[in-house]
C-alpha cells in the first residue's frame, strides 16, 4: 500500500511557466519533507513543514501543509531549466526519537529552455 | 562538512552472487538510513542504524542485512541476488532520524 500519492508523476512544462505538484495521504503525519533528486544523485532536503496550514517560500518554491496534516502542495513559479529533477514527499511519524518516514514515488518535473 | 560517501558507485553482478555495500555518514551523524530505488516502487526503507543497533526496519526479505560500526560508517548486505535487486541503493545520514542527507547512491545492476 502505497501511503503517499504523489500527482503528476511526470510534469513537463516549458521555461517560465507555473506548476504545482501535489503529496496526498490518509494518513496524518506529524511532519512532511520535500527533497529534489538531479540524475545520478541523492535526494536533497528542500523544505520541511510542521504545523498544519503552514507554508513556506523558498526563492519561487511554496510549499504548504494541509490543515489536517495529511497533504502537501508545491507550487514552482516562472519554472527556470534548473529545476528539473524528481521530487519527492516524504511524510514522518515519531515515535519519540525514533522517526519513522515513508516516501511518495515522485513527481518527475522536465522544465525546457 | 564532508558529505555523505557511498563506495563503490556502479556494481555489477551475476544472479547468486552477493554483495557489500559501503555508507560513511557525515561526521558527528549517529543514524544511517538505507534505502533501495526502482522506478516502479520509488524509494523502500530498508532499515536504519543508530548507534550500531537496527532500530527500525522495512518489508525486505533476510537477504537483505546490514550493520553499523562503531564509527558511524555502515554496510548493506544482499545475498542470492535476484534480478529484481537491480536498483539504486541510497544511504541516509541523519543526527536523529529525520532530517536526511543523502549519498550519491550506489547503482547495482544484477544479470
Known amino acids: 500500500t502505497q501511503l503517499l500519492e504523489q500527482s503528476p508523476q511526470f510534469l513537463s512544462i516549458q521555461e517560465g511557466e507555473n506548476l504545482t505538484v501535489y503529496c496526498n495521504s490518509s494518513?496524518?503525519?506529524?511532519?512532511l519533507q520535500w527533497y529534489r533528486q538531479e540524475p545520478g544523485e541523492g535526494p536533497v532536503l528542500l523544505v520541511t513543514?510542521?504545523?498544519?496550514?503552514e507554508v513556506k517560500k523558498l526563492k519561487r518554491l511554496t510549499f504548504q501543509f494541509g490543515d489536517a496534516r495529511k497533504d502537501s502542495s508545491l507550487h514552482i513559479t516562472a519554472a527556470q531549466p534548473g529545476d528539473t529533477g524528481l521530487y519527492l514527499c516524504?511524510?514522518?511519524?515519531?515515535?519519540?526519537?525514533?522517526?519513522?518516514?515513508?516516501f511518495g514515488k515522485g513527481t518527475l518535473l522536465t522544465v525546457n529552455p | 562538512k564532508a558529505g555523505v560517501t557511498q563506495t563503490p558507485r556502479y556494481l555489477i553482478k551475476t544472479r547468486g552472487q552477493q554483495v557489500t555495500l559501503s555508507c560513511s555518514p557525515i561526521?558527528?551523524?549517529?543514524?544511517v538510513s538505507w534505502y533501495q530505488q526502482t522506478p516502479g516502487q520509488g524509494l523502500q526503507f530498508l532499515f536504519e542504524y543508530f548507534s550500531e543497533t537496527q532500530r527500525n526496519k522495512g518489508n525486505f526479505p533476510g537477504r537483505f542485512s546490514g550493520r553499523q560500526f562503531s564509527n558511524s560508517r555502515s554496510e548493506m548486505n544482499v545475498s542470492t541476488l535476484e534480478l529484481g535487486d537491480s536498483a539504486l541503493y541510497l544511504c541516509?545520514?541523519?543526527?536523529?532520524?529525520?532530517?536526511?542527507?543523502f549519498g550519491p547512491g550506489t547503482r547495482l545492476t544484477v544479470t
Open positions: 513543514v510542521v504545523t498544519g496550514g
Open positions: 516524504a511524510g514522518a511519524r515519531s515515535g519519540g526519537s525514533n522517526y519513522k518516514l515513508t
Open positions: 561526521s558527528g551523524h549517529r543514524s
Open positions: 494518513s496524518v503525519f506529524s511532519s
Open positions: 541516509a545520514s541523519s543526527s536523529a532520524g529525520l532530517y536526511l542527507y
